[in-house]
């Protein structure tokens, strides 16, 4: 390097710098969109500093993210603001790094004069007539040159006076929008629906064959022992997954000389069991195990948060009867018949009946489709996606971040709990876009090429987006897509089913939909349009009477309570405990589900086919007197012991 030319070391030196990171981009690029004049971009920004100010590709960055610190309170009008704008940022910039420039490039020395002359300079007063009589000489020819090819001087001006007026009030409107409506609200409307990035999952014999191997290797081996509570539910599984090849697979592996004797009897077993099977619709029976939350504080003075066991012995039959008994009297599950009535005594006992059907001889749902949105990771609806798919259901889930992470999470999904007929298919789906709401159920239903020729019977709309720390003094634009998320945007889907179905004359075969309400109607407080979001759902239980769309959509509202452990709820985990104690119920995201799967049981959608129902799984959430007060003390005696 030190027998390179400074000139080369430079250009060396600058390469290995990476450009602005994503944020720091988006920061300039917002800057330029909204506050420069149409057309003046970043190129034509470097461009200016490059020409006018001599200054290279890292300087020029530093005098864009130095522009964002100086950006204008309005769009700039034309291009003479805008180069007057960047101008005085580069003045700016330079006083604040501690260099000295001026228009051109030159460096100018301690005195603020050119370090350096280039020879005698022309003065503007002298340069002014002849540029002058340039002009006239070059505009004399241009008109010659028209008149002599009979074209308009003026068609190019006219066209260029128009594309400004057009693009002016294209970005006044824009700028009307992004300040009545907000950033987050404009980008988090935007659509991410595409049919081509779709990933599907069906080879369910495939994986439970490779599941029966590793088991089989791992009991050998002495890994695991055949009385493991895991060993059991994965053969469980794995008989949800029968077919003649699993049959034949593990007669052989019974046989192999030198197989372990118990080993050996345990896959002659599940053999059988397959055979049984095989002409046996999938069932799912939920192998739940129910939980409690438990704080500690650590010597240390770290808070610890663990979910442990809550019951000893038979967990579903313990847990059903904890809900029937509830507290004071009250279950902490129950049925309505309108958002507001008291306890149905008769449909609350189904509803308890179908929950312990549900855990003891499960639930199948063959051949029938299911869409669930805001199935993320550790949330309740991907529990609901895992016992739709045990239940051997055609599943189509969304996402809206589609990367490997999340296909490869929903594929390792679909191998623990697919089972023989069932299938996940998985697109990418902004729940705040009205374009995507419609294209979706469009490719659900429409055949051909453009689709997937299904009809839904369950529609679970659980996308959710949180507003945590919003007061109504400061209620913004997330609220606002929030809401669109939660509630408007619900109601456009289940609008879109409705027209397809209608069009086709699927009078008999309505959608389940299975929509998310919340006993949270302003309890906690500073969540934003939270409750008013759970409340505007809350009205589809009477419009199902009042309006013409009964015969295509049942609707099955569910009161869901204190779920522990969700992007929602997460933050209150260190208060379930002792929440508790005031007489409520809080629930595991396996718990809640497993209360929601219940409502998918054949006597509960019969239920439904005569009138809306409401379910309320609150554990008595709203039954604690002044809970945000009750939360906030837990909290502050929580944080005092740390």
Not at 85 to 90: E, H, K, S
Not at 559 to 572: E, F
Request: charged share 20%; with cysteine.
């Amino acid at each position: 390097a030190s027998e390179m030319p400074l000139q080369d070391l430079a250009q060396d030196v600058q390469s290995g710098y990476s450009p602005l990171g994503p944020v720091a981009q988006g920061l300039v690029d917002k800057v330029v969109a909204a506050k420069m004049a149409g057309g003046f971009g970043v190129a034509r920004i470097r461009e200016h500093l490059a020409h006018a100010w001599g200054l290279g590709a890292l300087r020029s960055t530093g005098v864009l993210l130095h522009g964002v610190t100086m950006a204008p309170k309005a769009r700039l009008s034309d291009d003479a603001a805008s180069l007057a704008w960047l101008d005085a940022v580069v003045t700016a910039y330079a006083a604040e790094v501690g260099v000295a420039l001026a228009p051109g490039g030159v460096a100018l020395a301690p005195g603020g004069v050119p370090a350096a002359a280039a020879g005698p300079a022309l003065s503007s007063a002298e340069l002014k007539p002849v540029l002058q009589k340039l002009e006239q000489l070059l505009q004399t020819q241009l008109d010659s040159a028209h008149e002599f090819l009979g074209t308009d001087a003026m068609t190019d001006a006219r066209a260029l006076e128009a594309e400004t007026t057009l693009r002016k009030a294209l970005e006044q409107r824009l700028d009307a929008i992004d300040s009545e409506h907000g950033e987050t609200y404009t980008h988090g409307i935007r659509g991410k629906f595409d049919p081509i990035m779709v990933r599907h999952y069906d080879s369910y014999w495939n994986w439970a064959s490779t599941e029966t191997l590793e088991i089989v290797a791992s009991l050998v081996s002495r890994q695991n022992w055949l009385d493991d509570e895991h060993i059991r539910v994965r053969r469980q599984h794995i008989v949800n997954c029968a077919s003649p090849v699993l049959v034949h697979m593990t007669r052989f592996l019974a046989e192999v000389p030198g197989r372990l004797w118990r080993v050996a009897q345990w896959c002659k077993n599940l053999s059988a069991d397959l055979a049984a099977a095989v002409d046996q619709p999938p069932r799912c029976v939920p192998a739940l195990v129910s939980t409690a939350p438990r704080v500690t504080v650590s010597p240390s003075g770290e808070i610890l948060y663990e979910e442990v066991p809550r019951y000893q012995g038979d967990h579903v039959t313990n847990y059903v009867k904890s809900l029937k008994e509830g507290f004071q009297d009250v279950p902490y599950a129950f049925v309505r018949q309108t958002a507001s009535a008291g306890v149905d005594e008769t449909a609350t006992q189904t509803y308890f009946a179908s929950l312990e059907d549900l855990g003891a001889a499960g639930v199948s749902l063959k051949n029938k489709v299911a869409l669930v949105t805001g199935c993320g990771q550790g949330s309740i609806a991907v529990d609901l996606v895992a016992y739709f798919l045990q239940a051997g259901a055609r599943v189509i889930a969304t996402t809206s971040s589609f990367s490997y992470t999340k296909t490869k999470f929903y594929q390792e999904l679909y191998q623990q709990h697919g089972a023989k007929g069932s299938s996940l298919t998985v697109f990418p789906y902004n729940g705040g876009s009205h374009v995507d709401t419609r294209n979706l159920i469009d490719h659900i239903y429409n055949t051909g090429k453009g689709g997937l020729a299904l009809d839904l019977d369950f529609v679970v709309p659980f996308a959710a987006l949180s507003e945590n720390g919003r007061s109504i003094d400061n209620i913004d634009d997330k609220s606002e897509l929030a809401h669109r998320i939660m509630t408007t945007n619900v109601l456009r889907l289940l609008g879109v089913i409705k027209e397809h179905k209608s069009k086709r004359g699927i009078t008999t075969r309505p959608v389940v939909a299975l929509l998310p309400l919340s006993p949270n109607h302003g309890l906690f407080g500073y969540d934003g349009l939270y409750a008013e979001s759970k409340l505007g759902l809350e009205a589809l239980v009477n419009k199902r009477a009042s309006e013409d769309w009964a015969d295509y959509i049942n609707i099955i509202g569910a009161v869901i309570g204190w779920t522990r452990g969700t992007g929602l709820m997460a933050g209150n985990n260190m208060t379930a405990a002792d929440v508790e104690t005031h007489g409520c119920r809080t629930f595991s995201t396996a718990e809640m589900a497993f209360n929601l799967f219940a409502l998918v049981h054949h006597r509960m959608i019969a239920l439904s086919n005569d009138k809306a129902l409401v379910v309320d799984l609150g554990g008595g959430f709203a039954a604690v007197p002044s809970l945000n007060t009750v939360v906030g003390g837990i909290r502050q005696d929580v944080l005092t012991r740390a």
